[in-house]
């Protein structure tokens, strides 16, 4: 499966964005899905995950709460929305393939989309 990644931006402290990642290929319904996010000089980390179905999702604890990640098996997408952004929050975003059994592991992912930008000021 091949991913694209879209919908970063600049956007201020306590704002809203939706980030988008479309699969090419028939077998995205075969696959979890998650998000990471790389700051400058500094890991890739686990950001959220979301099962094949969609019926189950896991989270980071650092956005917990203000982040949902969903799925359309139909369009061949998933999405992370975010909300109360905040400066923190500022990495590129990437979205990959699950094919490992720990979520939270970069091990665990492959078919790594380019990355989206997120920005946010205070």
């Known amino acids: 499966v091949q991913l694209q990644a879209s919908g970063g931006g600049l956007v201020q402290a306590g704002g809203s964005l939706r980030l988008s990642c479309a699969a090419s290929?028939?077998?995205?319904?075969?696959?979890?899905m998650g998000w990471f996010r790389q700051a400058p000089g500094k890991e890739r980390d686990f950001v959220a995950d979301i099962s094949r179905n969609g019926g189950s999702t896991y989270y980071a604890d650092s956005v917990k709460g203000r982040f949902t990640i969903s799925r359309d098996n139909a369009k061949n997408t998933v999405y992370l929305q975010m909300n109360s952004l905040k400066p923190e929050d500022t990495a590129v975003y990437y979205c990959?393939?699950?094919?490992?059994?720990?979520?939270?592991?970069?091990?665990?992912?492959?078919?790594w989309g380019q990355g989206t930008q997120l920005t946010v000021s205070s």
């Open positions: 990959a393939a699950r094919v490992g059994y720990t979520r939270v592991s970069v091990a665990s992912y492959e078919s």
């Open positions: 290929g028939r077998t995205f319904s075969s696959y979890g």
